[in-house]
């Protein structure tokens, strides 16, 4: 079962179509990474999928839930941080926990709060009020929310927005090791270096149309509009040295590019081919690289190849 699902979901304000005929797949267990412009339709899309807000036209189904008629199963099962995350600010954090963990029915309060408190690194300042809290704070208050209910599935809208670097890292890892708990991961970011280091697959939209939604290493190789790209460095590039890997077979194209030799071919395997081929004839390889694309690119390519389309 996919833990979320869409299909032709479409939401539109007066003439403002915000979200339009959007198939999204979201496989259980995987971390999917929810990218797109400002105003591409993703707070929209989450908006639904929580019941906030009703489509006009499709059908989405998430947990195996329907969004219009089963939203409370869904709210129960699922955690959610919002974009900007609202508090009672003169409740403490603790209580603030434990008010929202009521309200989805979540169980054993007295021992997850301060459990939670300590895994998003609020330990110490559970029992202070939230209007003396920083934007880190709210955020890692957000998060401890969402997990209260040992959720199956949990939609972050921007989660590490305006933290700082270990804020970043601390919830990366959170994320991570939901994962290995199974938990189903929907991230909506901006952050594009840390969508390509955490997430399985991306999906990505525009206009409120799904634009590719793929496994991200297969969208990192065809944005190259090749399998593979290396680089090889040795104390020895001439002419001859290019030429004897141009030979090998499965090698697209070889040239030198700041001192180093770049390659392009079929397949990342073609390396070693070509590493053994230019050992064979007396050359000494010093470093064999390949060359991963950012998401930051890839996503900048498809974002613009649309757009002149
Ligand atoms: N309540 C609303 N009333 C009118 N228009 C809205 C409303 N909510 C969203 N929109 C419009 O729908 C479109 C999609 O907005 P949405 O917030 O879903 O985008 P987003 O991808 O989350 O953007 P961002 O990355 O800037 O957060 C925008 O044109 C926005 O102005």
């Known amino acids: ?21 959007l198939n999204l797949s979201v496989e259980e ?6 990218l797109g412009p400002n105003g591409a339709g993703k707070s929209t899309t989450i908006s639904m999928l929580m019941g906030f807000t009703k489509p006009n036209g499709g059908s989405a189904k ?52 301060p459990e939670l408190l300590a895994q998003v690194g609020l330990e110490g300042r559970g029992d202070d009020r939230v209007k003396g809290y920083s934007h880190g704070m709210r955020q ?10 040992n959720p199956k599935l949990l939609i972050l809208d921007e989660p590490t927005t305006g933290l700082d670097p270990q804020g970043s ?7 991570r090791k939901l994962k290995k708990d199974n938990v189903t991961i929907f991230l909506s970011s901006h952050i594009l270096h840390e969508v390509q280091e955490i ?10 149309h799904m634009l590719v939604q793929t496994p991200i290493e297969n969208f990192l190789r065809s944005s190259k509009g090749t399998l593979a790209a290396f680089e090889i460095s040795s104390p020895m590039i001439d002419d001859r040295f290019v030429e004897t890997a141009r030979k090998v077979k499965g ?37 064999i690289k390949e060359i991963v694309p950012t998401l930051e690119d890839a996503f900048l390519k498809v974002i613009g190849e649309k757009k002149e389309g």
């Open 169 to 175: 890292h601390d919830i990366r890892e959170i994320i």
């Open 62 to 113: 998430v947990l195996g839930y329907d969004i219009i008629t089963q939203h409370y199963e869904i709210r129960k099962l699922t955690g959610y941080l919002p974009e900007r995350p609202a508090f009672y600010e003169n409740m403490t954090g603790a209580d603030n926990m434990q008010y929202f963990g009521k309200l989805i029915g979540a169980e054993d309060l007295e021992q997850r709060i």
């Open 1 to 21: 079962m996919n833990a979320i699902e869409t299909h032709g979901l479409k939401k539109q304000f007066g003439k403002i179509v915000a979200v339009n005929d």
């Open 251 to 287: 090698v697209e194209s070889a040239s030198i590019l700041d001192g180093r030799l770049h390659l392009t071919m079929d397949e990342p395997a073609v390396a070693e081919d070509v590493n053994a081929a230019l050992v064979g004839a007396g050359f000494r390889v010093r470093e």
């Open 29 to 34: 267990g995987k971390i999917y990474g929810f």
């Open 199 to 208: 997430s399985d697959v991306v999906g990505i939209i525009k206009a409120g």
């Open 140 to 149: 890692r208050l957000g998060i401890a929310i969402a997990l209260l209910g």
